[in-house]
């Protein structure tokens, strides 16, 4: 922490608002408490929208925006559609899928980062759904931090269903789910209906379990949470993801931060983060 290279971190948010505003809100959080230079890679409409975000917010103008070409009708898309706010629920999952072919452009930014700054970056933040960053990662020489937006006991449920998918094969509607104490019962009308006809060989468990998995390979867990907020939740995650968590929320978007409620975000003033103390 005490070199005087600039740092720099890469964050790869999914593409829907309720990732990449937190997404934005983190990079706002670590720029603004340790200088560290922060890109988003995300794709041109997204882009757009955090570009718009950004410049109506001073906190977050030395944010940077690195475009990653992406062509919605090349994957069976309407056209210009990169969120999950401008597809019908039908159609998200080909969203997840063709989330994928954004490995080999990222995958060029790590390369050409590590190349002009003679060093990779200090980590990729990426979401949970970006689980193939993880490899990106380790090939170029940094590690992977997984970034779950939502909480951490919702997290835990989310991933748990969809590696294991425990309501499968049973006479009964309520279940235990692998990684929660024996406590914890399920109901199968808890899931959304995708969740409930999901059979590992769907294109929702197609997309979920390798990504999800990739993500467990990760050198530790950001939560959207704190610790006063979700002991049990976190402690339920740590165990199934057998790695570091570290609550850096709860996350607000920009407009809502001030000096006097951004105390409320992550860590206290001047305590540096864990995950970045560990890493530097």
């Known amino acids: 922490m005490g070199s005087s290279k600039e740092e720099h971190i890469v964050m790869l948010p999914f593409m829907a608002q309720g990732h990449l505003i937190p997404f934005l809100a983190l990079a706002n959080q670590i720029h603004g408490r340790y200088g560290f230079k922060i890109t988003i890679a995300t794709t041109p409409l997204n882009l757009r929208y ?33 969120n999950t706010e401008a597809l019908p629920l039908s159609q998200v999952v080909n969203l997840f899928h063709a989330s994928a072919s954004l490995e080999l452009p990222f995958r060029g930014l790590i390369q050409d980062i590590s190349a002009r700054d003679g060093s990779p970056p200090l980590c990729i933040i990426s979401d949970v759904f970006m689980g193939w960053a993880t490899e990106v990662a380790k090939s170029c020489g940094t590690v992977n931090i997984t970034f779950t937006t939502g909480g951490a006991y919702g997290t835990a449920a989310y991933v748990s269903l969809w590696q ?31 969740l409930r006809a999901a059979d590992g060989t769907d294109n929702w468990s197609r997309f979920f379990q390798p990504q999800i998995g990739h993500s467990l390979k990760s050198f530790g867990w950001l939560c959207n949470t704190a610790e006063e907020i979700e002991p049990f939740g976190l402690d339920v995650l740590r165990g199934y993801t057998k790695l570091p968590v570290w609550c850096i929320g709860p996350l607000l978007p920009p407009c809502m931060l001030s000096e006097k409620s951004s105390r409320v975000i992550g860590s206290t003033q001047g305590e540096s983060p864990e995950f970045l103390q560990r890493n530097a």
């Open 164 to 194: 294991h998918l425990p309501h499968r094969g049973r006479d009964k509607d309520e279940f235990k789910l692998p990684g929660f104490p024996d406590s914890c019962t399920f109901h199968i009308t808890q899931l959304h209906r995708f």
């Open 50 to 82: 955090l570009s718009t975000t950004i410049s109506k917010n001073s906190t977050s103008s030395q944010i940077h925006l690195f475009e990653l070409p992406f062509n919605s009708c090349d994957h069976g898309l309407p056209p210009n559609t990169e």
